[in-house]
Nanobody
Framework: QVQVVESGGGSVQAGGSLRLSCVAS????????IGWFRQTPGKERTGVAC???????IYNDSVKGRFTISLVNRKTTLLLQMKDVRPEDTAMYYC????????????????????WGQGTQVTVSS
């Protein structure tokens, strides 16, 4: 059974930094994509950044140059380093993953991923 667990959310002032972590366990696929989504009340979940098991990363234009996605600890942990955060970055952040074999949609579409965490809240104050 695949479990996805996020951590690291919290409150931060605009211009500050925050780091989110995600661990996916019970996952046997050697080739996969894993990424971060975010959602605010009443709005759709949107892709923030995604990385392949080979290390290729892609970002939403709104976070390019400010956020960095990476796989560490022998690719067992996904990080999202958030710098120069803005109030509009306030959201619930979710980690999602899918095997490359079953990966059939755009990286930014939630429906592309089967496995999701419960989310971690990020709040940026101005």
């Amino acid at each position: 059974q695949v479990q996805v667990v996020e951590s690291g959310g919290g409150s931060v002032q605009a211009g500050g930094s925050l780091r989110l972590s995600c661990v996916a366990s019970g996952y046997s696929h050697s080739r996969y994509a894993i990424g971060w989504f975010r959602q605010t009340p009443g709005k759709e979940r949107t892709g923030v950044a995604c990385i392949d098991s080979d290390g290729t990363a892609i970002y939403n234009d709104s976070v390019k140059g400010r956020f960095t996605i990476s796989l560490v600890n022998r690719k067992t942990t996904l990080l999202l380093q958030m710098k120069d955060v803005r109030p509009e970055d306030t959201a619930m952040y979710y980690c999602a993953t899918e095997s490359r074999e079953n990966y059939s949609g755009p990286w930014y579409e939630p429906g592309t991923y089967r496995y999701w965490g419960q989310g971690t809240q990020v709040t940026v104050s101005s």
